[in-house]
């Protein structure tokens, strides 16, 4: 079993900040990249940062230069640190890894349960 526990959301005003936390754990024998989907009700998820195994790091454009996701190799955990935020922002955050358990071969899909933030204006 491998669970993805997420924290760090809840309500910023327009130009404020929030850091979400994410811990994977369970039978864990590596991870590959990691990241940090957002999905509003009625809409498709979408990717807003990943980072690899390496630390090298993608952004969707709408966070670029405001966004920063970073990652705890030995704690198997990965940050999404939200500078900036604007009420568009307002949405679920889930986090996703790509990992490799122990006695399995090849690499599972997994996502955490969402976590609301929001954004005032």
């Known amino acids: 079993q491998v669970h993805l526990v997420e924290s760090g959301g809840g309500l910023v005003q327009a130009g404020g900040s929030l850091r979400l936390s994410c811990a994977a754990s369970?039978?864990?024998?590596?991870?590959?990249?990691m990241g940090w989907y957002r999905q509003a009700p009625g809409k498709q998820r979408e990717l807003v940062a990943v980072?690899?195994?390496?630390?090298?790091?993608n952004y969707a454009d709408s966070v670029k230069g405001r966004f920063t996701i970073s990652r705890d190799n030995a704690k198997n955990t990965v940050y999404l640190q939200m500078n900036s935020l604007k009420p568009e922002d307002t949405d679920v955050y889930f986090c996703?890894?790509?990992?490799?358990?122990?006695?399995?071969?090849?690499?599972?899909?997994?996502w955490g349960q969402g976590t609301q933030v929001t954004v005032s204006s």
């Open positions: 369970g039978s864990i024998r590596s991870i590959n990249a």
């Open positions: 996703n890894a790509r990992i490799v358990r122990m006695n399995f071969r090849g690499e599972f899909i997994y």
């Open positions: 980072i690899n195994s390496g630390g090298s790091t």
